[in-house]
T-cell receptor, first 118, second 116 residues
């Protein structure tokens, strides 16, 4: 069964506007971590933001914020003031059991392709 | 963050040959992870490499096809053996760094492999 769902294969946003990329996940663990990564056409995976399941506040990193709704099992990425350089693939990912160990694997969603329009 | 160097960054290979990908990390880590990303797809974990023991492979991946070495705490190699065009993918090395009690997974720049 798919553990990470990203329902938007492709998204367009006007430059300087905000955009929300959706992510829902499935786990029976109480302890887990959620990640968002950006992958430009070069192929490298760039870490953007992290949210732990016990974190009470939504994570923020510069123009990136994570809208974490635990009961709904959603972890949407919000990018404010979009820039042309934000055009890339975005992946939501999860590690289960993160408190117990850092050795547990991270699984990835299918990704969302974001295009920023001038 | 972590500095992870992967070599080669890209290669074009003939079917039936093998390619070894190197991953060097700027400090010691317990586990190193190897991922594959097929064209247009998401990342799939191939195996987890622990120093001093055999790698643990995920379902669908076998040691004969993807042998991994982990000779020390900063280095690992992944070999793609007896390649076919289906092996054309990006291969990524990854490590976990603990930053303010957060275990963050970082990735190398990847190796873009094309098999003819």
């Amino acid at each position: 069964a798919q553990k990470i769902t990203q329902t938007q294969p492709g998204m367009f946003v006007q430059e300087k506007e905000a955009v929300t990329l959706d992510c829902t996940y499935d786990t029976s663990d109480q302890s887990y971590g959620l990640f968002w990564y950006k992958q430009p056409s070069s192929g490298e995976m760039i870490f953007l933001i992290y949210q732990g399941s016990y974190d009470e506040q939504n994570a923020t990193e510069g123009r990136y914020s994570l809208n974490f709704q635990k009961a709904r099992k959603s972890a949407n990425l919000v990018i404010s003031a979009s820039q042309l350089g934000d055009s890339a693939m975005y992946f939501c990912a999860m590690r289960e059991g993160f408190i117990k160990t850092s050795y547990d694997k991270v699984i990835f969603g299918p990704g969302t392709s974001l295009s920023v329009i001038p | 963050s972590a500095v992870i160097s992967q070599k080669p960054s890209r290669d074009i290979c003939q079917r039936g040959t093998s390619l070894t990908i190197q991953c060097q990390v700027d400090s010691q880590v317990t586990m190193m992870f190897w991922y594959r990303q097929q064209p247009g797809q998401s990342l799939t974990l191939i195996a987890t490499a622990n120093q001093g023991s055999e790698a643990t492979y995920e379902s669908g991946f076998v040691i004969d096809k993807f042998p991994i070495s982990r000779p020390n705490l900063t280095f690992s190699t992944l070999t793609v053996s007896n390649m076919s065009p289906e092996d054309s993918s990006i291969y990524l090395c990854s490590v976990v760094r603990t930053d303010v009690a957060k275990n963050i997974q970082y990735f190398g720049a990847g190796t873009r492999l094309s098999v003819l």
